[in-house]
């Protein structure tokens, strides 16, 4: 039924059979870990198409790239479609004929009727590539919330190149790999490089929810089929809860089917245990869970809730204890898997907790998406403190708190400073890792004079439009910028390099949608996931439920003041770093001294410019980024 996890790639345009089709091959061969299964290819200039396959369900008949009944239409498809079956039905009723079980062959003909704008029928997370023979085109899709990756590069004679993975595309000849200084910027503040655009100049990130038809006469457009919609909210908050419940589980349920094994990430959170909870309610034999935690001191263990949860709902679970991971192999490792520079320290526990539950399963659901539709983060109580005092003038706030300002905690400091803020502005502000005078003073004069002002703020200005603000337009603003460029990059690079699925049901479209359309007020009033907790307190334990919220931390702090100490200052503080070429090795040793000295708080920052240099010098073994 459900198709395959895999990797994707190809060339469009313009090329030598016999180059092209040896290209193909060597972009499939670097992807290996996203479908060890199986590979296939599918050439017919000026299309060639790539294929690996993980298999999931239909082991035996889901070779790729696939063909409709008279091979006018190929298909290369990395993901899951969760409602084929229902599409299969009613394509089988206008006459297609069908040669497998897999979603694969739904899509083929969902094109055949629908036309380029297809996807907007599907419920999955996708990227697919289509090569239309009869119109001479070239059709790629990403999904709805952009849970699957998808890149395109021009090649420099105006071939068009397209991959799951950035370092397929890096093999093909012609590709500017040049950093883009915009995006450099970008990463430091943010921790990521916000899409369409890649920390290369050449290279760009299908958006989530839009496809791009590129025609044999060089014609290229890209165009939405999907926008976030929230939905009309029921009239009462139990009515919504209800309502949620029922399709939240109905997401897990649909998310269950496999011919593989197949179980959960557990942290010890509302979030996962809610997805834990679901599975159980919805299986006749024990769910898998996985659970993972560090040993030694800066570790915030959530192994007891974690196996809380699962004796609540009996699950077969599995604990793994990391003692002391081998950092100095584990990171340039993890961080040449992210294909560019990203800065979430969740990355490496994600990979050894997908690296331990692949021992045991090859699909795996977890809760990624409820703190973006749900209000979860700390810094979403800044936005609400706003939306409260929105009656007094930035004047007034500055006025009040000016002479407090260098005694207020943290999270107070910065509501003072972005009170008299754009809400774009803000938005960038409280979410900068390193704000933009310290970023001034890290970037050499050079690359500063290629950067925009305020391009970071212009860029967030559009999910601001109209004057919409508030937590709603923040959410939103999460869910269209860190959740695909971040959190869901980190969880596709990192269980992929483990060659395993994951699945994420809170980000099923329809809960999305649902989930936008409630009122603030259901989702922060001072406390955090207000209608998602209240949902949770009728299936979870009460201390899952009420305990205070930790994210996926491991003690990071103290490896670089401990274990990762000489690691980092080789790579920082040596004269020949390869970030020297763009940073100003004054100051990045200026930061790391008073890392060291005791500011704690730069540790995010430091973490930064380690993850920078280590991707750097990964690239330069294959020699693939030149200023």
Avoid at 347 to 372: M, N, S
Avoid at 498 to 525: I, N, Q, T
Avoid at 573 to 581: F, I, R, V
Avoid at 605 to 620: D, T
Wanted: glycine share 8%; proline share 7%.
């Amino acid at each position: 039924m459900l198709g395959a996890m895999c990797g994707i790639c190809g060339l469009f345009g313009s090329i030598d059979p016999r180059a092209g089709a040896e290209t193909v091959r060597r972009m499939s061969d670097c992807m290996r870990h996203r479908g060890p299964d199986d590979e296939g290819f599918h050439t017919d200039p000026p299309a060639f198409l790539g294929f690996r396959r993980l298999s999931i369900i239909d082991l035996h008949t889901g070779h790729q790239p696939l063909a409709n009944e008279d091979d006018s239409v190929w298909i290369a498809f990395n993901g899951e479609i969760y409602n084929h079956l229902e599409l299969r039905a009613e394509l089988e009723k206008k006459g297609h004929h069908y040669r497998t079980r897999t979603d694969t062959e739904t899509i083929v003909h969902l094109y055949e009727e629908e036309g380029p704008h297809f996807a907007r029928r599907l419920n999955g997370m996708f990227g697919i590539a289509l090569w239309d023979t009869k119109r001479r085109r070239l059709v790629l899709v990403r999904d709805r919330l952009g849970v699957k990756p998808l890149y395109y590069a021009r090649l420099a004679n105006g071939t068009l190149a397209f991959a799951s993975e950035m370092k397929a595309l890096r093999l093909c000849p012609g590709v500017d790999t040049s950093l883009d200084p915009a995006a450099l910027d970008s990463y430091l503040a943010l921790q990521y490089v916000p899409g369409p655009g890649t920390i290369h100049r050449g290279i760009h990130k299908l958006p989530p929810g839009h496809v791009l038809i590129a025609t044999a006469d060089g014609d290229m457009k890209i165009e939405p089929f999907w926008t976030l919609e929230p939905r009309p909210a029921p009239a009462t908050f139990e009515a919504a809860r209800e309502q949620f419940a029922e399709l939240f589980e109905d997401a897990v349920r649909i998310r269950l089917m496999s011919d593989v094994p197949l179980g959960a990430f557990l942290s010890g959170g509302i979030d996962s245990a809610l997805v834990v909870a679901a599975m159980a309610k919805a299986m006749d034999r024990p769910v898998k869970t996985f659970s993972i935690g560090f040993e030694g001191t800066g570790w915030y263990s959530e192994l007891p809730y974690a196996a809380e949860v699962a004796k609540k709902f009996n699950t077969e679970h599995h604990t793994l204890t990391v003692k002391a991971p081998d950092m100095r192999t584990l990171l340039p490792q993890v961080t040449a898997q992210l294909d560019e520079p990203l800065a979430d320290v969740a990355a490496i526990p994600t990979y050894l907790l997908a690296k331990f539950a692949r021992e045991h399963v090859t699909v795996a659901l977890t809760g990624e998406g409820a703190d973006e539709l749900f209000a979860g983060y700390d810094h979403y109580r800044l936005e609400w403190m706003m939306d409260r005092t929105q009656w007094l003038p930035p004047a007034a706030w500055r006025a009040v708190g000016g002479p407090v300002l260098p005694l207020a905690p943290a999270k107070m400091r910065k509501a003072i400073i972005a009170a008299g803020m754009s809400a774009p502005a803000r938005f960038v502000f409280v979410r900068s890792v390193i704000p933009p005078g310290a970023r001034q003073l890290l970037l050499r004069p050079e690359v500063q004079s290629e950067i925009a002002r305020d391009h970071l703020t212009s860029r967030m200005a559009k999910h601001f439009a109209g004057g919409s603000n508030g937590l709603n337009a923040v959410l939103r603003a999460d869910t269209n910028e860190w959740l695909p460029d971040d959190l869901l990059m980190k969880v596709d690079k990192m269980t992929m390099l483990a060659s395993l699925e994951a699945r994420v049901p809170f980000l099923d479209y329809r809960v999305v949608e649902m989930a936008s359309g409630f009122p603030p007020r259901w989702k922060y009033d001072g406390r955090s996931k207000v209608l998602l907790k209240s949902y949770a307190a009728q299936v979870l334990p009460h201390s899952i439920v009420h305990r205070q919220k930790h994210g996926f931390m491991p003690p990071v702090r103290e490896w670089l003041r401990g274990s990762l100490r000489s690691f980092m200052e080789e790579h920082l503080l040596d004269p020949a770093s390869l970030s020297s070429e763009w940073l100003e090795p004054r100051a990045v040793r200026n930061v790391v001294q008073r890392y060291l000295a005791g500011e704690d708080h730069l540790f995010l920052g430091i973490w930064e410019l380690l993850c920078l240099e280590v991707w750097l010098r990964s690239m330069r073994s294959t020699a693939s980024v030149r200023s």
